[in-house]
Structure formats: structure tokens, C-alpha cells
């Protein structure tokens, strides 16, 4: 991604990186109205996307070339795939510990977030093993995609 990034010269990279991170921004708007929308309501997803909206951190980011919009949006897809009930366990897990993989290759703190990964098991019925089996490949991904 550097590569391609850099191909458009020396001088316009923190300009991309900088709408890039802008554009994130937005997305993470859009996705807390997805996951306070699917975990609360609507009037309760429009109230945390106007706060998420205005918050003066998230805002500041976004004008800068830095890894937190785009973390942002990490956890939020994360928290939207782990609860999302129209995806197999075995998918929901394989696409969270992907995601927490890029999350943690990108900030090691993210690690903090990795008991999410249980989430599905918990809602899982049956086939405790199986399920921890699939929990041991996923995490097994997510450690290999972020070279741990």
C-alpha cells in the first residue's frame, strides 16, 4: 500500500493519507449508526452517531495521517460482525479474528480486545467442542495475519 501511495510523489502522501483517514472518519460514523442501530435502536443509533459525529477526538484524527480512524472502524466492523446473527458462528469468528489480526498489526494495544473473540461461542448452542476447535483456528489466523 506505501508503494502505491508513494507513487503519487513524495509531496502529495501525507495529503492522501490525510483524506484517507478523513473518509475513515465518515465510515465510522456510518458504522456506529449500523451497530447502535442492531445492538439498542434507531433513535438510540441516531443519538451515538450525532455524538461520534461531534466528538472533538475523533474529528481531530481524521484531519491527520494517524492509525486511530482507521482503528476505530476496525472495532466497530468487529463488534458488527461478532453480533451479527446472519453469519454462521464458524464465519463470524474467521472474519473477527481477521480483523483483530489488522487491528493488532497496526496497534499492538488492540490486544486488549482479543476476549471478543469468545463472543460467539457464547451465544453458540452445542458442540462446545467444535466450537472451541474453530475459536483455536481463528485465533490461530489472527495471530499469523498480524506475524505474531
Known amino acids: 500500500m506505501l508503494k502505491l501511495v508513494q507513487s503519487f510523489g513524495a509531496d502529495n502522501v501525507l495529503y492522501i493519507l490525510r483524506y484517507l483517514s478523513a473518509l475513515l472518519g465518515i465510515v465510522?460514523?456510518?458504522l456506529t449508526y449500523i451497530v447502535g442501530r442492531q445492538w439498542f435502536s434507531s433513535s438510540v443509533a441516531m443519538i451515538a452517531t450525532?455524538?461520534?459525529g461531534?466528538?472533538?477526538l475523533l474529528l481531530q484524527d481524521s484531519l491527520y495521517a494517524r492509525p486511530e480512524t482507521f482503528l476505530t472502524c476496525l472495532t466497530l466492523g468487529m463488534l458488527w460482525?461478532?453480533?451479527s446473527a446472519r453469519l454462521a458462528t464458524m464465519l463470524r469468528l474467521f472474519l473477527a479474528a481477521l480483523i483483530l489480526g489488522i487491528a493488532i498489526g497496526t496497534k499492538l494495544s488492540m490486544l486488549a480486545f482479543?476476549?471478543?473473540l469468545f463472543l460467539p461461542l457464547a451465544s453458540a448452542q452445542g458442540n462446545g467442542a467444535?466450537?472451541?476447535r474453530h475459536l483455536s483456528v481463528n485465533a490461530?489466523?489472527?495471530f499469523v495475519v498480524t506475524g505474531g
Open 28 to 30: 465510522a460514523i456510518g
Open 50 to 52: 450525532v455524538i461520534v
Open 54 to 56: 461531534i466528538n472533538p
Open 81 to 83: 460482525v461478532l453480533d
Open 114 to 116: 482479543l476476549p471478543l
Open 130 to 132: 467444535k466450537n472451541c
Open 140 to 142: 490461530l489466523c489472527c
